[in-house]
């Protein structure tokens, strides 16, 4: 790979749908093409942030997601100051465009509730901010191709085949790149030729749920990010631009079963919480597999992992986007300075544990604070005396920085 650029910070237009490949288009540019410099697994903010990043620096990008986009995912929704500022530096800030600004957390325990102001946050559906994304990478000059699926041989080489394109549908195409990031999240399964990129999953895991709320079950303003604690899980709650509510849950799958169903434990997380849960009647539910994992090795001869693929602690506040930011950010970087001869190859699962250690170490001691109905039980008595305490719980759930932009629509 040779750059053949300087990386400039160019704003520019980059949030429309015409700037997005056709599958047309794109499946003769790869099927014609020798090799590419880099095959991105995944259009989430972690691949589509890598795919433009290395767009902008010359290098020749092929994003692959195997969902035709825009697409709906489980996701808090919310973005912490520190991946929108990723996204400001990067001259990206009209991606979030219309997003919600939230500066209040209402931390529910039981029926005991406080509101603390919180540093912002900015709330935007994902399949909005992975749409504006993809079509940013796409107006740097990366190709996309929606609808694929992408499976990486032991040669690192990539199977791509798709199901849907007419004229050629099952059919499978073989292509070499010069590296492969993979992103494709805790689900995807484009490693699963590739043992030693094994997950380890913690057994006591929690899965993701989520869906879209005509109505909040609990008092919500706009401005607000509501989370239901509770000893079968915890619930968070947010406006979006769309005025649709967007529910994000991480839940036991145990009690889930015990309970009827997702849908149902979650009603009593709100009932028990002093809610309706009559709002999520009739509501399109949306699971993730169990999700504190992580993998084996993130890196192994030309193939990489970053964001949710390469590993997962419940986040409390939405922190995974900003976690995906990140590593896109960090892998494009990395992929760069190995060209030039400034790193080693072999060097980035080191790069990735020190850029994701400490935020992911925060999470997951929290969330097994969480999980203890004792310590609950003292909670919700201790607020009862004194709901001013909880101020300081709210303040360790979402830290953030002193100053940020605020963003209009």
Wanted: positive net charge.
């Amino acid at each position: 790979m040779n750059p053949r650029r300087e990386y400039t910070a160019d704003s520019g237009t980059h949030t429309t749908a015409d700037a997005l490949a056709d599958d047309a288009s794109t499946a003769s540019d790869m099927l014609t093409r020798s090799t590419w410099d880099a095959v991105i697994i995944g259009a989430g903010p972690g691949g589509s942030l890598a795919a433009l990043l290395l767009s902008r620096l010359g290098y020749s990008v092929l994003l692959v997601d195997r969902a035709n986009l825009p697409r709906d995912k489980v996701c808090g929704c919310c973005l912490a100051q520190t991946g929108a500022m990723t996204l400001y530096s990067l001259g990206l800030g009209d991606v979030l465009a219309g997003a919600v600004h939230v500066d209040t957390c209402v931390l529910r325990i039981g029926r005991s509730s406080n509101r603390v102001h919180v540093r912002p946050y900015f709330a935007i559906d994902r399949a909005t901010l992975d749409h504006r994304l993809t079509s940013a990478a796409a107006a740097a000059g990366a190709r996309v191709l929606p609808g694929w699926h992408a499976s990486v041989r032991p040669d690192d080489s990539i199977d791509l085949r798709s199901a849907s394109m007419t004229g050629t549908a099952g059919s499978v195409v073989n292509i070499r790149p010069r590296a492969v990031l993979v992103a494709d999240g805790l689900g995807g399964t484009s490693l699963d030729e590739r043992p030693e990129f094994g997950w380890s999953i913690r057994s006591a895991s929690r899965i993701g749920l989520g869906a879209k709320l005509q109505r909040s079950p609990v008092r919500l303003a706009p401005n607000e990010l509501a989370m239901l604690i509770h000893p079968s899980g915890y619930l968070g709650l947010v406006h979006l631009h769309t005025g649709e509510i967007d529910l994000a849950a991480a839940i036991d799958p145990n009690r889930a079963r015990e309970a009827g169903g997702p849908g149902p434990l979650c009603a009593e997380i709100i009932e028990a919480s002093g809610g309706d849960p009559g709002a999520c009647d009739g509501v399109r539910w949306r699971g993730t597999p169990l999700l504190t994992r992580a993998r084996s090795c993130v890196e192994s001869g030309r193939v990489m992992v970053l964001g949710d693929a390469a590993g997962y602690v419940e986040p409390i506040t939405g922190e995974g986007m900003t976690w995906a930011i990140q590593s896109g950010v960090a892998a494009a970087g990395y992929i760069h300075e190995r060209c030039l001869g400034q790193r080693p190859e072999g060097s980035w699962s080191a790069q990735y544990n020190r850029t994701m250690r400490r935020h992911r170490r925060r999470c997951f001691v929290i969330s097994r604070m969480l999980r203890h109905d004792a310590a609950l039980r003292m909670a919700m008595s201790g607020v009862n005396v004194c709901p001013g305490a909880l101020s300081f719980v709210v303040r360790l759930l979402v830290p953030g920085s002193d100053r940020f932009p605020r963003v209009t629509a």
